[in-house]
């Protein structure tokens, strides 16, 4: 059962290549993705979840739950920030196919120089398709929007980072 909220969100980000869900916590942002997932899923091969660690196991019961033929790729940001291994894994998985990222809990991604936002920033670049999902995009200033709006695509602000600032 959709929301209104979660309807109106599919129906808009369902024709987008990229698209942000802004939702409050307990609104429903992993099914809704996940129906948008489902959507597109005859031009896509390869399907790239990135949350918290903490999450992958929410992320795994609520696609049981929809859609449990749907094969996911769910990958802790920490991981990717913390194993060279894990990222290049990734990025290979990735090579020739048409793959869709989530970041699920995108403000993880607000540091610019942090590893973790640099490696997802760089596997963001080989996907056509791009959600990112939190229910709080900001926690300390609207700067906290930059990367995240630099991942789902550079030509949304189209600006540098001092540009964004000023």
Excluded at 37 to 52: E, T
Aim: proline share 2%; hydrophobic share 40%.
């Amino acid at each position: 059962m959709n929301t209104e909220q979660q309807k109106e969100a599919v129906t808009k980000l369902s024709q987008l290549k990229v698209g942000a869900l802004f939702m409050e916590m307990g609104t429903g942002k992993t099914k809704t993705a996940l129906d948008i997932i489902n959507i597109k899923a005859n031009k896509i091969d390869y399907v790239l979840w990135i949350c918290p660690c903490s999450l992958k196991g929410e992320i795994i019961s609520e696609r049981d739950k929809w859609y449990p033929d749907m094969d996911l790729d769910i990958v802790g940001c920490e991981s990717i920030g913390a194993s060279d291994r894990i990222y290049l894994e990734t990025l290979n998985k990735m090579a020739e196919r048409k793959v869709f990222i989530v970041v699920d809990e995108s403000l993880k991604i607000k540091n610019r120089s942090a590893k973790r936002t640099q490696r997802i920033l760089e596997l963001g670049k080989y996907s056509e398709y791009r959600l990112i999902l939190n229910g709080t995009p900001v926690s300390k200033n609207i700067l906290d929007l930059w990367t995240q709006m630099q991942f789902l695509s550079p030509k949304i602000l189209d600006m540098n980072f001092y540009e964004f600032k000023d």
